[in-house]
C-alpha cells in the first residue's frame, strides 16, 4: 500500500519533468527509498509505544488522504469525502432515489452516476483504489436506512467471475458490500457464484434487453438454501 502511494506520487511529480526513459528508474529508486524511511519510521513508532491515534496522525503526515472523489487533500476532520463534495456531489434524495426494475421490489441509489462520482468509480475498478470502498460503504448504508430500512434479510453483493478476480486483484462490489454491512452493524454473505466470464455490462450497446441477455446463465446460487424464502439486499457498483 505504502509503495503504490508513493510510486503514484512520483510520477504525479516526475512524469513530465525528465525525460520518459529516465522516469521508471528514478521512480523505483525513490519509491524504494521512501518505502523504506516510512518503514523504519512506522517501526520505530511502535517501539516506542505510539498509540493508535498517533500512528494515523503519523500516517497523515507521511501520505496525506485525500477526497475520494475530487482528491483534494482532506482537512481536519474530514474523513473520506471534504465538506465541498459533501455539499456539491450529485446526491439522490426522496422518491428520486427509488426504482423499481424488474425481478426487484425496490432498488435505491444515493448519488448519481456522473462527473466526479463516475471518475471515482473508475479509479476505485480499474484504477486499484480498493480503499474507497470504505467511504463509498458509508454512503450506502445510510442509502439503505433511508429507503430500504427493514426490507431485508441478509446482505449479499454481485461478484466478478474469477477471471476478472485474477485480473483486477480484488472484487469492489464485495468490498462495497462488506463496507456497507459493517457500517449497518451486520455481515455480508455470499449468495452467488459467477459462472461464466460475461462481457463488461458497462461496453455493451442495445439498453436493457442486451444487458439482460448478457448475463442470463452467469450466475449461480451458491447455496440455494440460505436465501429460500429470505428477502435479500444485493449491493451492486
Not at 191 to 218: C, P, W
Request: glycine share 10%.
Amino acid at each position: 500500500l505504502f509503495r503504490s502511494n508513493v510510486l503514484v506520487g512520483c510520477l504525479g511529480i516526475w512524469g513530465s519533468n525528465r525525460p520518459q526513459k529516465i522516469v521508471p528508474f528514478f521512480v523505483m529508486v525513490t519509491a524504494s527509498f521512501a518505502f523504506d524511511v516510512a518503514k523504519t519510521v512506522v517501526s520505530v513508532a511502535v517501539a516506542g509505544g505510539l498509540s493508535s491515534v498517533g500512528m494515523d496522525v503519523l500516517l497523515d503526515l507521511l501520505f496525506p488522504p485525500r477526497c475520494a472523489f475530487c482528491r483534494a487533500l482532506l482537512r481536519r476532520g474530514e474523513s473520506g469525502l471534504c465538506q465541498r463534495c459533501q455539499r456539491e456531489l450529485p446526491w439522490i434524495s426522496g422518491p428520486a432515489a427509488e426504482q423499481k426494475p424488474e425481478f426487484v421490489s425496490l432498488c435505491a441509489s444515493p448519488l448519481w452516476y456522473e462527473g466526479a462520482v463516475r471518475a471515482s468509480f473508475h479509479r476505485f475498478k480499474f484504477k486499484g483504489r480498493s480503499g474507497y470502498a470504505q467511504v463509498y460503504g458509508r454512503l450506502t448504508a445510510q442509502c439503505v436506512r433511508d429507503h430500504l430500512s427493514g426490507r431485508y434479510d441478509l446482505i449479499t453483493w454481485v461478484p466478478l467471475s474469477p477471471e476478472r478476480l485474477k485480473k483486477r486483484g480484488y472484487d469492489q462490489a464485495m468490498l462495497l458490500a462488506c463496507a456497507t454491512a459493517l457500517e449497518l452493524g451486520d455481515v455480508a454473505v455470499e449468495t452467488l457464484r459467477k459462472v461464466r466470464d460475461a462481457e463488461a455490462q458497462s461496453g455493451l450497446a442495445g439498453g436493457a434487453g442486451a444487458r439482460r441477455a448478457n448475463v442470463l446463465g452467469a450466475y449461480q446460487a451458491a447455496d440455494p438454501e440460505l436465501v429460500a424464502g429470505r428477502r435479500v439486499l444485493l449491493i451492486d457498483d
